[in-house]
C-alpha cells in the first residue's frame, strides 16, 4: 500500500535527521563531537512523547468522521477519543519498568486492543490503520519471551480485520503491524541495555578509583610510617652517638641518608602501582631498625623460595609490626619467624616489651595499620592475627598462601589506563 511506503519514507527521514542532530551536539565544553563518536551526555531517556507522532495515522478517521462518511459517526468519534486515551496511556507508562510491567498498564493494553478491533471490523478502511498503533503500543509494552506470541496475535487480528473489511490487499496491513511491533520493542529494549551498561561501567568506574584511593592510602601509609619510624629511631641514636663516637654516629646518618633515597623510589613506584617488595630487604631493614633503637633482634628463616607478590605482602607485615615495636613497645628484644611449606607461609613478629600505649596494636586488629594489612591478606586468601603472648609481649601473625593469585592483589593504577 501507498501509505505503507510513505511510512517507510518517513522513518528513514526522521532518523537522518536524528542521527545528524546527535552528530552535530557538542559536548559540554563546547568542542564539536566528530561523527561516529559517542556523545559525552547521552540527554534524557525516551519518553511516551516519542510515540505521539504516530496517532497521525488516525487523521484519515478523523476526516472521515468530518465528512459524514463514516456511519454512526458519534459511536466513531468516541471510539477514536478512547482509542487515543488509552494509547497515550499505554505508551507514557510503557517507558518505565515498574510502570510497563503493572497490571493497568497490560490492562489498558487489553482494552487498546479491543477498542482497535471494534473500530476496525465496524469501519474498515482507514479505520484498519489503527493496527500499527496498536503494534507500536504492544512493542512498548512487551518484552521477552511474551512478545513473539504477543506480536504474532496482534498482526493476525490485523490480518483477518484487513482482509474481511478490504480483501487479500490488506494483508500489508498485517505485515506493517508486525513490523512496528517488533522494531519498536527492539529499538526501546536496545536503549534500555545502552544506559543499564553505561551506568554499570559508570559503576564499575567508581568502585576502581575507590579501591585505587585505599591501595594508594594504604601503601603511603605502610611506606612512610615505618620508614619515618626508622628515620627517627636512627637520628636518636646519631645524635645519642655524636658526643663519644663520631664514626658510629656518621654510620647512622649514612644509613639515613640511604632510607630516605629508598623511600623516595619506593613511593615513586607506590604511585604507579608497580612495586613488587623484597622480604629479604624488609628483613634486613627491621634488623637495622630494632638495632638502632637498642633492641636486640633475631630473624629465623625457613622454607622453599616464595613468589615476589607473597614476598611482598609478607614484607607489609614485618614493616608495620616492627614499626609498632619500635614505636610503642618498650621491648628489649623482637624475634621474626619466616615459616614456609608447600602450600602455606606463616609469619610471627614477637617481642618481650610491656604493650604500654601501643597503639594500633592495643586494638588488635582495630588501627589503621593493622586494619588495612588484615584486608589486603584477606584479599589474597590469608589472615593476620595481633594480640598478646602466652608468655608476656606481644605476637603479630600473618599467613598466606604460598602461590598468591594476582587477581586477588589490590587494583595498581597501571591497571585503570
Known amino acids: 500500500m501507498s501509505w505503507l511506503r510513505k511510512t517507510s519514507c518517513r522513518m528513514d527521514a526522521w532518523q537522518l535527521a536524528y542521527q545528524h542532530t546527535q552528530e552535530s551536539q557538542p559536548y559540554e565544553n563546547g568542542a564539536e563531537r566528530k561523527p561516529g563518536q559517542l556523545p559525552a551526555n547521552p540527554g534524557p531517556p525516551p519518553t511516551g512523547f516519542s510515540l505521539l507522532p504516530w496517532l497521525l495515522l488516525g487523521m484519515g478517521a478523523l476526516s472521515n468522521l468530518f465528512q459524514d462518511e463514516t456511519p454512526n459517526p458519534w459511536i466513531g468519534g468516541l471510539g477514536l477519543l478512547t482509542f487515543n486515551s488509552l494509547y497515550i496511556y499505554v505508551t507514557f507508562r510503557a517507558f518505565g519498568k515498574r510502570t510497563r510491567e503493572a497490571t493497568s498498564t497490560r490492562v489498558a493494553l487489553v482494552l487498546l486492543g479491543l477498542v482497535t478491533c471494534a473500530l476496525a471490523f465496524g469501519y474498515g478502511g ?54 512496528s511491533t517488533m522494531v519498536t520493542a527492539a529499538i526501546l529494549s536496545l536503549s534500555e541495555a545502552v544506559r543499564e551498561l553505561r551506568a554499570a561501567r559508570e559503576e564499575l568506574a567508581r568502585r576502581a578509583v575507590e579501591e585505587e584511593r585505599l ?8 611506606l612512610l610510617g615505618h620508614t619515618l619510624s626508622v628515620i627517627v629511631v636512627k637520628s636518636e641514636a646519631a645524635r645519642r652517638l655524636a658526643a663519644r663516637d663520631i664514626d658510629a654516629a656518621l654510620l647512622q646518618i649514612t644509613d639515613i641518608e640511604s632510607v630516605g633515597r629508598q623511600v623516595l623510589t619506593e613511593i615513586r613506584e607506590a604511585v604507579t602501582g608497580y612495586r613488587e617488595g623484597s622480604l629479604t630487604t624488609d628483613l634486613d631493614r627491621a634488623r637495622s631498625a630494632l638495632t638502632a633503637a637498642g633492641m636486640d633482634s633475631t630473624v629465623h628463616r625457613s622454607g622453599p623460595p616464595l613468589p615476589p607478590q607473597t614476598e611482598a605482602l609478607l ?19 623482637c624475634e621474626i619467624t619466616v615459616s614456609g611449606a608447600t602450600e602455606r607461609v606463616r609469619l610471627t613478629v614477637t617481642d618481650d616489651g610491656t604493650g604500654t600505649g601501643t597503639g594500633d596494636l592495643c586494638a588488635g586488629v582495630g588501627g589503621t595499620g593493622l586494619k588495612g594489612l588484615t584486608e589486603r591478606l584477606a584479599k589474597a586468601g590469608g589472615s593476620l592475627t595481633a594480640g598478646p603472648g602466652t608468655r608476656g609481649g606481644f605476637v603479630v601473625t600473618a599467613e598466606l598462601p604460598v602461590d598468591v593469585s ?9 591497571q585503570l589506563a
Request: no cysteine; charged share 15%.
Open 126 to 179: 482507514t479505520w484498519v490503520l489503527f493496527f500499527p498503533l496498536l503494534g507500536l503500543a504492544t512493542g512498548a509494552v512487551v518484552r521477552m519471551p511474551h512478545l513473539r506470541w504477543a506480536g504474532t496475535a496482534v498482526a493476525v487480528l490485523a490480518g483477518v480485520a484487513s482482509v474481511i473489511r478490504d480483501g487479500w490487499g490488506g494483508l500489508d496491513t498485517a505485515y506493517a503491524t508486525w513490523i
Open 215 to 222: 591501595r594508594f592510602s594504604r601503601d603511603l601509609h605502610d
Open 315 to 333: 614484607g607489609w607485615v614485618v614493616r608495620e609490626a616492627v614499626t609498632n615495636v619500635v614505636r610503642h613497645s618498650d621491648a628489649g628484644r
Open 406 to 414: 594476582a587477581a586477588r592483589l589490590p587494583i595498581a593504577v597501571g
